[in-house]
């Protein structure tokens, strides 16, 4: 009985790991795809006579894809540098 149950366990856990990466990857894709859109909708604006619009879209477009990574690289080693120099106050009676 506990052999069945820990094999199902261990399925379970499996198929939720595969789901994890295929979310992953899937997010990634997407991300891709959205940022080629707006730097093809951006290109084409600057191309078009449309200067700010295009340049307006290029500057977001930049800004979304690098932006969590500078956030994820230098922003948050920050926050959680601060969080473990600091422990929490202990209660004075």
Do not use: C
């Amino acid at each position: 009985m506990a052999e069945k149950q820990a094999a199902h366990r261990q399925d379970l856990e499996s198929r939720a790991l595969k789901g994890d990466l295929v979310k992953s990857m899937m997010g990634t894709i997407l991300a891709y795809i959205t940022f080629a859109g707006s730097m093809f909708g951006a290109v084409y604006l600057l191309m078009h006579d449309k200067p700010i619009q295009g340049l307006v879209a290029l500057i977001v477009a930049l800004g979304s894809a690098f932006g969590s990574k500078i956030y994820a690289d230098f922003v948050q080693p920050k926050e959680e540098h601060q969080n473990q120099q600091s422990p929490p106050a202990l209660p004075t009676a």
